[in-house]
């Protein structure tokens, strides 16, 4: 494939802590610089983000700043007001989103754009946590897990959502959906585009190979994150809603079950042990990654657990605070 330029694009509000990380990892990304420029907005930032991305600027070189104050009541809102200001700054044939709490692999670039053809016009790779502790193993498999059904649906053309923090679009299919100017506000703004994208009748991929997996790090507030998904997901009418909900009532549905049926229940739960040992380990081997088998026969409790918890959250409290503001 020949060269072309790429433009990366970042949003980044008070993330100080975060973004070492990835400024680390995208100083060793191995795409010729030549082709390659950076984009960072900074969000109203209130801590040392704005000095970290003008250390790097200088340090790294083809980066472009953007400062954005609070917005005005006309402006778009959230995340979805920073990447069009990006997107409008950017020369590139290509946008690559991330955020500022990924590690990005060095092959990256390389690696999505291969997996682009005539009509593509979004490619999304894969995220995880390293499984460095119980919860971040849990959370790891339960990305991974996600994301490789995304990838067996978008095999027979079904499609899911896209992933802001690890996701390639090409400029033309951008342009094509009027940006996120035209697109109907969604607090998941990287499901809207990818939609948007898909409507405009290009094509889609869920890359599911070892040189896109990026890392992230457990969010600070988890139940707001997964509000925040929740929320978009019924806004949107996602089709991992169904999973999703499936996941919340297994357990209160299997307890009730095994009160009359305890040899039905008693299989069902070895049915889907057996299912999160044999997919991690698969999955593992594909991806050429380690550690996740280990806790794999406790993920079985976790994941209905975790998505009750999350379903009565929601329920409860729907306003979404994210980055301090409300949706």
């Avoid at 697109?183 to 948007?196: G, Q």
């Avoid at 925040?228 to 909900?245: H, Q």
């Avoid at 929601?314 to 949706?327: E, G, I, T």
Wanted: hydrophobic share 50%; aromatic share 14%.
């Amino acid at each position: 494939m020949s060269l072309t330029k790429v433009s990366i694009l970042i949003a980044a509000r008070n993330e100080e802590h975060n973004l070492p990380v990835l400024l680390a990892s995208l100083a060793q990304l191995t795409y010729p610089k030549e082709h390659l420029e950076i984009l960072i907005g900074n969000d109203a930032s209130t801590d040392n983000t704005s000095k970290l991305i003008a250390e790097f600027a200088a340090f790294f070189g083809r980066v472009k700043i953007i400062n954005l104050t609070e917005r005005k009541l006309d402006e778009l809102l959230g995340k979805t007001r920073v990447l069009e200001n990006l997107v409008r700054h950017a020369t590139g044939e290509y946008f690559f989103f991330t955020d500022a709490d990924i590690d990005l692999p060095k092959n990256w670039i390389e690696a999505m754009l291969s997996n682009f053809n005539e009509n593509t016009g979004v490619v999304v790779g894969i995220t995880s946590m390293k499984p460095k502790s119980f919860l971040t193993a849990m959370q790891g498999l339960e990305w991974l897990t996600a994301i490789h059904l995304m990838h067996l649906l978008s095999k027979i053309k079904i499609k899911s959502t896209g992933m802001g923090n690890n996701m390639a679009v090409r400029k033309e299919a951008y342009l094509a959906t009027g940006g996120y100017a035209a697109i109907p506000f969604s607090i998941v703004e990287d499901f809207a585009l990818y939609k948007a994208i898909i409507d405009q009748g290009y094509g889609f991929k869920q890359v599911f190979e070892p040189k896109v997996i990026a890392y992230t790090i457990p969010p600070e507030k988890f139940f707001e994150q997964r509000k925040r998904w929740l929320k978009g997901a019924f806004e949107s009418g996602s089709p991992l809603l169904l999973p999703a909900l499936l996941q919340a009532c297994f357990l209160p549905i299997f307890i009730i079950l095994g009160f009359w049926q305890i040899k039905i229940a008693t299989l069902i739960f070895v049915f889907f042990l057996l299912f999160h040992v044999l997919n991690t380990a698969f999955m593992e081997r594909k991806l050429k990654i380690t550690g996740y088998l280990a806790f794999s026969s406790i993920f079985v409790f976790y994941l209905p657990i975790a998505w009750l918890m999350q379903l009565v959250n929601y329920f409860l409290k729907k306003k979404v605070v994210w980055k301090n503001r409300s949706y």
